[in-house]
C-alpha cells in the first residue's frame, strides 16, 4: 500500500468506528496528539493525588479517612492504566515522566489550586470529577482502542468519587452554620476552575478540530461545559447552597443556562505555571520521584541479580 | 470489671493500627514508584479498616456500660461530657477525642517515616508482630476479638510479604540501599522490645483468656525476623537498651504531633457530623 491508502484505509476505519489498535497504521499526528493527551491525562491523574492527600491524615471521621485513602488511591491506579495506554505508543513511563518534570507536559490546571478546607474534598469529588466523568465518558468511545478500554474502567471509578464527594457536600450543608459556610466557599472557590477544566473556548482551541475528525474527542469544550453547567445547577439546589455566579439564569430560548464569562486570563496564566501552587505541585512529584531514585536503583539491581542467578 | 480489661485491652490493639495506619496514609502520593505508592496505601487501609473494627467494638462495649462504670473511663473533657450527657460514644469519638496519655500504641509505630529504608523497616518489625499476635488471638474467648484477628490476619500476611520483600531487594540491591536498610533496621530494632513486655493491661487480659501473652511470641519472631535478614545480606540489628513507655501511655514526642493533625477538625468544630 502507499502512503496515500494507508492514510485513507485509516480514515475509513475511523469514519467506520472501527478502534485503531496499537499495531495498526496510524499518521504520526495522530499518535503524537494521543500520546500527548493520555500522558497529559495520566499526569493529571498523579499531581490530582497531592491536594486531595493533603486532607488524608486531616480527615474528620474513620470512614472520611478511608474512602479518600481509597479514592486517591485510585486515581494513582487510574495513572497507571493511562501511563500503560500510552505505552503502546512508543513511550515509556520515565519518558513521560520526565517531561513532567521537566515542565514540558502539561496536567490539568485545576490540580493547581489549593485545598484549604476539608470542604474542599466535597467540591473536588462533585465538582472536579464531575467535569473530569463528563470529560471522559465519550472518551470511552474515542477512536485509539487502549485509551478507550482504560476510559471505562477509569469512569467507572469516577462515579464512585464523585458520588463521595457530592455525599461530603450534602453531609456539610445540611449540617452545622459553619458546616454550611464551608461548603459554600468550596463551591464559590471551585466553580470557575471546575468549569475551565473542559479547556479555552471552542473558537480558540488549538486541539478541538483535529481531534473531532479524528473521533479523539467527540464533542467541543464548550458542549461539554454548557452541558455540566445545566446538570451541576440543579445539584447545587439541591444541596440548599446559592449560586456561584449571580448571572446563571435559564435561558429559554437555548434550553440551557446562561453564566458569566470565565476569566480566561487567569486560566492561561494557570496554564503558564502562575497557579497559586503549581511550582508546589511540580516540586512535590519531582522530590518523591528524586527522593526515590536509590529505590528504583536498588529494585532493579536486585532484579538483575536474581535474573542472573536464574540463569545460572 | 472483665468488660473495662476487653475495653482497654480492645483500645490498645486499635490504637496500633490506627497510628501505623496514619503514618503509611502520609506518603499517599509520595512513593518512589507508582505501584509502591498504591502499595502502601493498601496497607494503610487495611491498618485503618482494622482500627475502625476495634474501636467500633470499643464502643460498643462502652455503651454497654453502667453509667457509674463508663464515668470512670476516660480522661478526655470531650468524651466525659459525651458520657454526662447521656450520648453514644462512637469509633470516631475514642480515635479523635482521647490525647496521647490515653493512647497506647507501641512507641514503634508512632516513628517518623524517614526514607524508603526506614518506612520499610518499621512495616517490617510490627507487621512481622501484628502477624504473629493475630495468630495467637484467634483463641480468645472473646469471639469478636477471635473474628477481627482473623479476618485481619488475611490481610498481615500481605502485609509481611511486602515488608520482607522490601528488606530483600534493599538489602540484596545496590551498596547504597544495603547501608540504608541495615541502618533503618538499626534505628528501629530499640522500639521492638516493647512489643514482647506484658504491661498490666495485657496480663489481665491474658488471665481472663481474651489477650495474648505476647512474651511467647518473641523467640518466635527473632528468629522469623532473622531468617529475613540473613536473606537480604544484613546484620541482624543490636540494641543495648529496649525503648518502652507507649504502651503505658508514655509516647515519644512524635505522637503529640500526629493526634494534633489527625484530630483537630473534630476538637475546631466539636460535636459536628462529618
Redesign the interface.
Known sequence: MTQVSFEASFQKKIDEEIMIEPQDYMPDEYRKTLIRQISQHAHSE?VG??PE?NW???????????VL??K??DE??H??YL?SAAETLGITRDQMLHQLHTGVAKYSSIFNYPTIT?ADMGAIGWLVDGAAIMNQVPLCRTSYGPYARAMVRVCKEESFHQRQGFE?ML??SK??P??KQMAQDALNRWWAPALMMFGPLDAVSPNTAKSMEWRIKRFTNDELRQRFIDVTVDQIRLLGLALPDENIKWNEERGHYDSSELNWDEFWNVVKGNGPCNKERLA?RV???E?????????S??AE?RKTKKAA | MSSVTTLKYTLQLADNV?IMG?RL??L???????????AL??I??DQ??Q??SL?QYAATIVNNMSVADKAQLFNAPLLQEKINNKLSIT??DL??LRDAWDYRNCLLVEQENG??AYTVARSFFFDRFQYLLYTAMLKSTDSTLAAIAEKSLKEVQYHIKWASEWV???G???D??KE?MQQALQARWEYTGEMFTMNELEKEAYNIGIGVDVSQLQQTYQQQIETIVQEAGLQMPTAAWMQTGGKNGVHTEHLGYILA??Q???RA?PN???
Open positions: 498523579i493525588m497531592l492527600a488524608i491524615t486531616r480527615a474528620p471521621s474513620l470512614r472520611r479517612k478511608a485513602l481509597a486517591v488511591q494513582g491506579g495513572g497507571l501511563y476539608w461530603i453531609n456539610l449540617g452545622t459553619v458546616q512535590t522530590k518523591a520521584w527522593d526515590g531514585a536509590w529505590v528504583r536503583e536498588a529494585a539491581a536486585y541479580k | 490506627l496514619q496514609a502520609a499517599c502520593g509520595k512513593g518512589p514508584i507508582l505501584e509502591q505508592d498504591i496505601t493498601n494503610s487501609l485503618i479498616g482500627a475502625r474501636y469509633e470516631d480515635a479523635y526514607d524508603w530483600i531487594r534493599l540484596d540491591g545496590t547504597i540501599s540504608k493533625e489527625m483537630y477538625l473534630q468544630y459536628m457530623e462529618w
